[in-house]
């Protein structure tokens, strides 16, 4: 089994840009979760999915954040424009829903100059 | 988002010694799980409950499903240098949501 997939491990880029974060989820699993981790807040939902469809997306800090899942093997994370503030290890996750074990991507590595 | 209240934040331990932690919330869970996380990498579950007093070992760790369904516990006997990391409490309620709910963290330091 391959677990979480993330992509890319670390992401440098300047304010305004657009950062777009990758995750492919377990094969089977049919609920994903994004996550946000700094010092400050430690881990941070963002939103998630179940069966594709996004369920609750109240932790997406603002309209420049925004989520899809277009299939069951992929998901992105976008953010534009990009602020230094996002800077921040993002963290995809996958279970099975209904009491289900999660289990953690590698994490995309975030910097925002 | 509800955050689980985890303690102690930090602990500094010798090698050898026996770790305890605990997370406690509000709400009641009826899945509890425990994650380890080492510098650049993501959680990696150690430990999953899903019964009230439900006692499960992994190792030399040892978890529990407190009775209430509102706490969890976790131990680590005979600590070795590789223990060391931040650990972290999760709790889900799939009747309200399937969202998991994390603990703050405790930072644990072993010294040989």
């Known amino acids: 089994d391959a677990g979480v997939i993330q992509s890319p491990r670390h992401e440098v880029t300047e304010m305004g840009q657009e950062v777009t974060l990758r995750c492919k989820p377990i094969s089977g699993h049919n609920s994903l979760f994004w996550y946000r981790q700094t010092m400050m807040r430690g881990l941070e939902l963002l939103i998630y999915f179940n069966n594709n469809v996004p369920i609750d997306d109240s932790g997406m800090p603002e309209d420049r954040f925004s989520a899809k899942m277009p299939n069951a093997s992929f998901s992105t994370l976008k953010i534009q424009p990009s602020e230094p503030r996002d800077s921040a290890v993002y963290f995809c996750a996958s279970s099975l829903s209904q009491g289900g074990r999660l289990f953690f991507g590698s994490g995309t590595q975030l910097s925002v100059l | ?112």
């Not at chain 2, 899903?50 to 070992?57: H, R």
């Not at chain 2, 005979?78 to 949501?97: E, K």
């Open chain 2, 1 to 112: 988002g509800q955050q689980l209240n985890q303690s102690p934040q930090s602990m500094f331990i010798q090698e050898g010694e026996d770790v305890s932690m605990n997370c406690t919330s509000s709400s009641i869970f009826n899945t509890w799980l425990w994650y380890k996380q080492d510098p650049g990498e993501g959680p990696v579950l150690l430990i999953a409950l899903y019964k009230a007093g439900e006692l499960t070992s992994n190792g030399r760790l040892t978890a529990q499903f407190g009775i209430t369904r509102k706490d969890s516990f976790l131990n680590i006997s005979a600590s070795i240098p590789s223990d060391v990391g931040i650990y972290f409490c999760a709790g889900q309620n799939f009747v309200t949501g399937n969202q998991f709910y994390f603990g703050t963290g405790t930072s644990l330091t072993v010294i040989p």
